[in-house]
């Protein structure tokens, strides 16, 4: 493949990242206010949709560290900034600014799905301590007993057989 070739792939990839990153950024506080609100019917398709842009996005990632390498850059931050560096002013800037865009909504995306998470974590443990009180069973509030011992009962589930 020609370096015009490379370029454009880089060119056009970055252009779709920042795109699908936006998406992706909405998905994950589409998905915030579901969990807010705790609609559980919608959650699981926007979860769905968050893994689709996510796989969609990793894709441009692949093709567009295939065209650095292939140009004679690494894959990382400092490969792409040098590899800025290599264009016309024009360009340069386009693409930077598209750099900038996608590294600012990941961040947020990053972020935001972490919360997520941590929303999720507690819901979960929260059921589980109704069950457990249903059940009428005893958890402890604590993670370390006074020896600095785990507790076998918080958390223990089994996740599968191998």
Do not use: P
């Not at 040098?82 to 996608?102: A, C, G, M, P, V």
């Not at 972490?114 to 929303?119: D, E, F, K, Y």
């Amino acid at each position: 493949m020609k370096s015009s070739t490379h370029q454009q792939t880089i060119a056009d990839a970055l252009k779709k990242q920042l795109a699908i990153s936006q998406t992706l950024l909405t998905c994950i506080q589409k998905e915030q206010s579901l969990l807010a609100d705790r609609d559980i019917d919608l959650l699981e398709s926007v979860t769905q949709q968050k893994l689709d842009f996510s796989e969609q996005l990793e894709l441009e990632e692949l093709k567009r560290c295939s065209s650095l390498r292939a140009l004679g850059y690494a894959e990382d931050n400092e490969g792409i900034q040098k590899y800025f560096q290599s264009l016309t002013d024009i360009q340069r800037k386009r693409l930077e600014n598209f750099w900038s865009k996608i590294m600012a909504n990941l961040t947020i995306c990053k972020d935001t799905n972490l919360a997520n998470g941590i929303v999720l974590e507690t819901s979960r443990n929260n059921a589980e301590q109704a069950l457990a009180i249903l059940r009428g069973q005893f958890m402890r509030d604590e993670t370390y007993s006074q020896k600095g011992l785990t507790s076998a009962e918080l958390g223990n589930r089994n996740l599968g057989k191998a």
